[in-house]
């Protein structure tokens, strides 16, 4: 399978702070997401960005496929944005699995 | 937006029972997925289905099997639930990128 690590593992802020998280792959994918997963649990898509950059909002992110890595950018963090962001990749055109990231755990405090 | 239904946030069942838990997309998407999620173990793929009737096992499919019978729904079903069942599990959905449902939070007592 392919590996797939995130970094940092846990990062703390303060309500107005910027942030980078980072995931770097192990090998050559097609699709990579990031994703927020909230305090209730739900897995909230924020990116589908195979390549190039997007931006939404506060958030925009990365994808350096060639260089195997992908970066997420969180601008002026509100405490609405604390919970876990994953980063996940698959290759294959329509089937196949994807592969998670452990996360990095987001605390922004007030 | 593509919206994934899970049919129930939280769940109580007893030992040995029979489980259901059901998926819901309203996109037409051929791909469905069912996950678990544990502290320190991440998520973990149960069993995915790329057509109706069609299924393919994950990485952790004992103790599971799945359901299709139409395009939109995509059930779980745990034969007899044991307590080390007691997860978190998402469906997703997605020929692309993945969609996810909320979630349910299951307890196996």
């Given at each position: 399978?392919?590996?797939?690590?995130?970094?940092?593992?846990?990062?703390?802020?303060?309500?107005?702070?910027?942030s980078t998280l980072r995931c770097n792959f192990s090998d050559s994918v097609n699709n990579l997401q990031w994703f927020h997963q909230n305090p209730w649990g739900q897995l909230i898509n924020l990116f589908y960005i195979p390549s190039g950059t997007k931006q939404n909002g506060r958030l925009s992110a990365t994808t350096v496929a060639t260089e195997r890595y992908s970066l997420l950018y969180i601008s002026s963090?509100?405490?609405t944005d604390s919970g876990v962001y994953f980063c996940a990749?698959?290759?294959?055109?329509?089937?196949g699995r994807l592969y998670f990231g452990r996360g990095t755990q987001l605390t922004v405090w007030p | 937006?593509?919206?994934?239904?899970?049919?129930?946030?939280?769940?109580?069942?007893?030992?040995?029972?029979?489980?259901?838990?059901?998926?819901?997309?309203d996109m037409d998407h051929e791909n469905?997925?069912?996950?678990?999620?544990?502290?320190g173990l991440g998520l973990r793929l149960i069993y995915f289905s790329y057509d109706v009737k069609m299924k393919e096992k994950?990485?952790?499919?004992?103790?599971?099997?799945?359901?299709?019978?139409?395009?939109?729904r995509f059930s779980l079903i745990l034969e007899s639930a044991s307590t080390n069942q007691t997860s978190m599990y998402l469906c997703a959905s997605g020929n692309r990128g993945r969609t996810f449902g909320s979630g349910t939070r299951l307890t196996v007592v």
């Open positions: 399978g392919i590996q797939v690590e995130q970094s940092p593992p846990d990062l703390i802020l303060q309500e107005g702070a910027n963090s509100q405490t990749v698959f290759r294959g055109s329509t089937l | 937006d593509v919206k994934v239904t899970q049919s129930s946030r939280y769940l109580v069942k007893r030992t040995g029972e029979k489980v259901f838990l059901e998926c819901v997309q469905m997925f069912w996950y678990r999620q544990d502290p994950g990485d952790i499919p004992e103790g599971y099997s799945v359901s299709r019978e139409k395009k939109e």
